[in-house]
């Protein structure tokens, strides 16, 4: 069964604006991490921003927030001011107690344009 | 090393032909970590190392997939008797011990393979 779910189709999105990205996830672990990674054209994927399931408060880094709803069991990221370098693949991801690997979902894409 | 590196970046092989591909972890990451990236996919677990033991390899797709892991460091994916359906960008991660909050991995560009 898929445990991470992203939907949307390709984004676009104007320089200086935010930009949502859903990320919805299946488990039924109370204990688990969530994760989100940039992957832009040159293949590398890049760590954003990490939201523990017992953390009280949504994560930030930067430009990145994670806005983590629990009972919806929803973890979507936003982006605010974008550029042009913000255009990329994004990948959700969580990782479940004692289980070490991370299970990805399929990613969305996302443009910026000037 | 600063990061990880994978070798090759990529690999054209035949069908019905082996290949290897390398992963060096950062210095002092116990964990590591391989993953295939299908075209339009996310990633898809294949095996986990902690050490030069494999405590979760249950993401190999058959018995012509294999891993180790020599000296707590590098490590080798190799697939035996490559078919097309093997095509794909296959990444190496490696973490500190296991896979702790606030760190994610840090990934390896990637090996892209191309079976004709």
């Known amino acids: 069964a898929q445990k991470i779910t992203q939907t949307q189709p390709g984004m676009f999105v104007q320089e200086k604006e935010a930009v949502t990205l859903d990320c919805t996830y299946d488990t039924s672990d109370p204990s688990y991490g969530l994760f989100w990674y940039k992957q832009p054209s040159s293949g590398e994927m890049i760590f954003l921003i990490y939201q523990g399931s017992y953390d009280q408060q949504n994560a930030t880094e930067g430009r990145y927030s994670l806005n983590f709803q629990k009972a919806r069991k929803s973890a979507n990221l936003v982006i605010s001011a974008s550029q042009l370098g913000d255009s990329a693949m994004y990948f959700c991801a969580m990782r479940e107690r004692g289980n070490n690997r991370l299970a990805f979902g399929k990613g969305n894409q996302v443009v910026v344009i000037p | 090393g600063a990061g990880v590196s994978q070798s090759p970046s990529n690999k054209v092989t035949e069908k019905g032909k082996d290949v290897e591909l390398r992963c060096d972890p950062i210095s002092g990451h116990t964990a590591l970590y391989w993953y295939r990236q299908s075209l339009g996919q996310g990633l898809e677990f294949l095996i986990y190392?902690?050490?030069?033991?494999?405590?979760?390899k249950s993401g190999l797709p058959s018995d012509r997939f294999s891993a180790e892991r020599t000296g707590g460091s590098v490590s080798t994916l190799t697939i035996q008797r490559t078919q097309q359906e093997d095509s794909a960008v296959y990444l190496c991660a490696s973490s500190h011990r296991d896979l702790i909050a606030n760190y994610g991995y840090t990934f390896g560009s990637g090996t892209r393979l191309t079976v004709v």
């Open positions: 190392f902690q050490g030069n033991s494999a405590p979760d």
